[in-house]
């Protein structure tokens, strides 16, 4: 009997060691959740982390990551991981520049309630009052929107024009347009850039050295290379390649059947085709991504596009010669050179569909947006995660204003001026995420008890949960809510009206 106790008191203590040594929160037996793992100690987070991230890297195939965690309402540790760019191997460190792109409108938000207590801006007054030239058409609403619905994205204004969707204040819909109109406003009161406030009231306070809404020639050395999936360039280039081709074919054989008289083409009009197809392609290609200001974006997608036509004809005429001897008057030269082209594409396709992380180039860019061109580190950016978890530089009633609901999404979640506000059994937390074509941010903070985590990756859009998976195993607690607003799920709908 004695042994058959010690046997069951050696499996129980083996049992016990195994669950609190697992990697990650464990599910509460009361409430039947993730619990959140402000209870453990920051080195074992530390530890789960440094083992669980490479591998992640390694099976998600994302090139770079740098986290910051936050505990007891200070910076516990920091650390890169893997490549800023894939091909020159420039190690992820604790200096390297992300884009945190969306997570800039919390920063925005943070910058306009410090103009609040400076008395530059009124929470009851219309922002478009604030302006000399109209902003956005006359509409029934257009002298409606204030503060806090651009900050809690309830304004109503639409993510592509400013046209009004709804009256302020009475749903929920994700556009950085109320952050193009509050930059506007901030820069036409203040008589200062965006850039130039961000330093004076949010950057420089806080001790944020690298941090900036605009990438200078000096932050150049620091910044990691965002990534992207060959195939997204790949198709990209080829789709519109295929349509502007089919277009200018069309049009060029009706213009030669009417001056020559003639429906049949000569080799020439089909290559000056082609070249004036590829044009069109690059031309649309930097200005509407010049437009987005992703220039750089349209640069290697075009730069790919270009050499995968000339590896194209480099290999496709070679075989053709040698389809033309082989079966010279047999009558099928065509359909086998038509046949080798397919396979030509379908290799080519094939081939970049492996290409998983093709480093996007960058260089200075001096235009800020408020809605998304922030580059900083996860170390500097906790510092600012902190400031809005507790804010020194607000006063008292301003700074409630980061956590009061503006508009309720769920029973779960709200948005306060500034950051979204996720409710749990442990408390509440405020967050953000960022997502880039080839970057990604989140940084989630439960204020009550200063536990939270930074996360950045260069990695691309066609995953894009990796930061917000690290984030999990980091703080624990259930992720999905914040997960479904992150695809946007709780936007408003016009059906949902009817």
Not at 185 to 195: D, K, N, P, R
Not at 472 to 497: C, K, N, P, Q, W
Request: aromatic letters at 10%; hydrophobic letters at 50%; proline letters at 4%.
């Amino acid at each position: 009997m004695k042994t058959k106790l010690l046997t069951l008191g050696f499996v129980l203590i083996f049992l016990s060691s195994y669950v609190h040594g697992q990697s990650g929160p464990v599910i509460s037996e009361s409430s039947g959740r993730l619990s959140l793992r402000d209870s453990d100690k920051a080195d074992s987070i530390i530890s789960d982390l440094k083992k669980f991230i490479p591998d992640y890297q390694n099976d998600e195939n994302i090139p770079g990551v740098s986290v910051a965690l936050v505990y007891d309402s200070a910076i516990a540790w920091t650390q890169g991981f893997g490549f800023a760019n894939s091909i020159t191997k420039k190690p992820v460190d604790t200096n390297s520049l992300f884009e945190i792109a969306s997570v800039s409108k919390v920063v925005t938000a943070y910058i306009a309630l410090r103009l609040v207590d400076e008395g530059k801006l009124s929470l009851n007054k219309s922002l478009h009052s604030y302006l000399s030239d109209e902003w956005m058409p006359h509409s029934a609403y257009r002298d409606s929107i204030k503060l806090n619905h651009v900050l809690s994205h309830s304004s109503g204004l639409r993510k592509a024009s400013r046209d009004i969707m709804f009256e302020p204040g009475t749903a929920y819909l994700y556009s950085a347009n109320g952050l193009a109109l509050l930059q506007d406003v901030m820069e036409e009161v203040t008589g200062e850039t965006l850039e130039e406030l961000a330093q004076r009231l949010v950057f420089q306070p806080l001790g944020m050295k690298n941090s900036s809404f605009v990438l200078k020639d000096e932050l150049l050395p620091y910044g990691a290379s965002g990534h992207i999936h060959a195939t997204v360039m790949v198709a990209l280039f080829g789709g519109l390649l295929l349509v502007n081709y089919l277009l200018i074919f069309l049009i060029g054989l009706v213009i030669h059947r009417v001056v020559a008289k003639s429906w049949k083409l000569r080799r020439v009009h089909f290559i000056i085709m082609i070249l004036l197809a590829i044009a069109v392609v690059a031309g649309v290609l930097l200005f509407v991504f010049g437009k987005s200001f992703l220039i750089e974006f349209a640069y290697v997608t075009v730069f790919a596009g270009f050499l995968c036509l000339v590896l194209f004809f480099i290999l496709y005429y070679p075989v053709r010669l040698v389809i033309l001897k082989v079966v010279a008057g047999k009558g099928y030269q065509r359909l086998l050179s038509f046949l080798w082209a397919l396979l030509l594409l379908a290799i080519m396709i094939l081939v970049s569909l492996k290409i998983i992380n093709v480093p996007v180039p960058s260089w200075p860019a001096y235009e800020a947006r408020s809605a998304g061109t922030v580059r900083t580190s996860p170390g500097e950016l906790a510092l600012f995660m902190i400031e809005i978890a507790n804010p020194r530089l607000l006063k008292s009633e301003t700074a409630e204003l980061i956590r009061t609901p503006q508009i309720k999404l769920d029973e779960n979640l709200s948005w306060g001026m500034g950051p979204g506000i996720y409710y749990s059994d442990e408390g509440y937390a405020l967050w953000q995420w960022g997502q880039h074509i080839d970057f990604q941010t989140i940084m989630i903070v439960y204020p009550e008890i200063g536990f939270g985590v930074v996360v950045c990756t260069n990695s691309d859009l066609l995953n894009p949960d990796v930061a917000l998976e690290i984030a999990g195993i980091a703080l624990g607690g259930d992720m999905e809510t914040i997960r479904a607003a992150i695809h946007l799920e709780y936007d408003y709908s016009v059906e949902e009206t009817k």
